[in-house]
């Protein structure tokens, strides 16, 4: 198949030609995101492949359909930056990965968490420059804290995992409880009940109408005075204006993110010589107890590699007319 890949990356280039042996599918790597105004590009393209932050609205998928394409594939699990009934009325299919190293999420959430806790970032920093002390550096145990995990699919089951190797209660909410940890020990929970119990919560639920802004200010004030929150599902599962004046009036003890609510545009990109002129973003960095990473907690090689394998895959499988196993449907 002929495929356009949008906001494309050297690395995921190279990862793509690696697993497209014998050059199966005819792949063209654009480095531009795919919106309204880039979708004529995929003029003469059977597929076009996606990111997270590619804008597959209405109006793209308009352009998509006059230009003949047919499957849309995404390369990641979420789907919520697809228009999806726009796609079915136009007859053009999705498919997505929706399990690539589950552990890569799940290992990055526990860095993030580690990271806060410890405060390696910031004795990193004083020991090259030659300062020892240990002032401000304070952690917590781990073990014997109790760990909330929303969302309990498949990078929420691999988090969980990891929590109680560390010697914690974990605690969980989810629409769909998980009988795999229940086995476990883990116990399910009302959301506010976990809010308020929870000394570490992790967010691995998708990004949808029901969860858009599940952490807002009443969220915050449910929960303990010093709770950390971790955030490697999607940005807009938080109300930044919340979080923001939860760190401020000091009922948030620590925030952890790999996402952001207006994370589009700005990450992925090196925008070192620019002016950043996102005030909540700033607002943020300037907070001791945040630690922000850029959409990494897929970033390894053997995530890099399942995706691309997958991807290549859901492409063959659509050229061919076999049941599309990893299909979104509406
Ligand atoms: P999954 O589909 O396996 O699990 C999602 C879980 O959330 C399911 O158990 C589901 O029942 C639950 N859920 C759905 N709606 C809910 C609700 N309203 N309240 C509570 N729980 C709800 O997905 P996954 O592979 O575990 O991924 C989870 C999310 O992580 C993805 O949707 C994606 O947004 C994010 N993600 C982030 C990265 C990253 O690099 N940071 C990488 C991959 C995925």
New binding site residues.
């Given amino acids: 198949m002929r495929v356009a890949f949008f906001s494309t990356k050297k690395y995921d280039q190279d990862f793509f030609e690696q697993c497209n042996t014998n050059n199966t599918h005819e792949l063209n790597f654009f480095e531009t995101a795919l919106n309204k105004h880039t979708a004529s590009l995929a003029q003469g393209f059977d597929a076009v492949c996606v990111f997270?932050n590619d804008e597959l609205d209405q109006e793209t998928i308009q352009i998509l359909s006059e230009n003949e394409v047919k499957l849309i594939a995404l390369r990641?699990?979420?789907f919520?930056n697809v228009d999806l009934e726009a796609a079915e009325s136009k007859n053009i299919k999705i498919v997505r990965v929706?399990?690539?190293s589950?552990e890569?999420?799940a290992e990055?959430a526990v860095a993030l968490i580690l990271t806060l806790n410890r405060k390696t970032h910031k004795a990193y920093n004083r020991v090259r420059e030659n300062n020892f002390s240990l002032e401000r550096l304070t952690g917590f145990n781990l073990s014997g804290k109790t760990v909330g995990v929303?969302?309990?699919?498949?990078?929420?089951?691999?988090f969980a995992k990891i929590m109680l190797g560390f010697g914690c209660k974990v605690i969980a909410?989810?629409?769909?409880p998980?009988d795999q940890l229940k086995e476990r020990g883990v116990e399910y929970k009302a959301?506010d009940a976990l809010l308020s119990e929870a000394d570490i919560i992790s967010?691995?639920?998708?990004?949808?109408e029901?969860?858009h802004h599940?952490l807002d200010t009443k969220a915050f004030e449910k929960m303990k005075t010093g709770a950390m929150l971790i955030n490697?599902?999607?940005g807009a599962l938080i109300d930044t204006t919340a979080v923001v004046t939860a760190l401020k009036n000091e009922k948030l003890g620590y925030l952890g993110i790999?996402?952001y609510e207006q994370e589009s545009g700005l990450f992925f990109k090196d925008h070192s010589e620019t002016v950043n002129q996102d005030d909540d973003f700033l607002r943020l960095l300037s907070f001791p107890n945040v630690l922000i990473t850029g959409?990494?907690?897929?970033?390894t090689k053997e995530?890099l590699e399942q995706i691309a394998n997958v991807t290549l895959k859901n492409l063959t499988d659509f050229e061919e007319g076999n049941a599309l196993e990893n299909e979104v449907e509406v």
Avoid: E, M, W
């Fill in positions: 997270v990641c699990a979420g919520n929706p399990a690539y589950p890569a999420v990055h929303i969302g309990t699919g498949i990078i929420g089951i691999a909410y989810d629409i769909k998980s959301l967010l691995h639920c998708p990004l949808n029901q969860t599940l490697t599902g999607r790999d996402v959409h990494q907690g897929f970033f995530a």
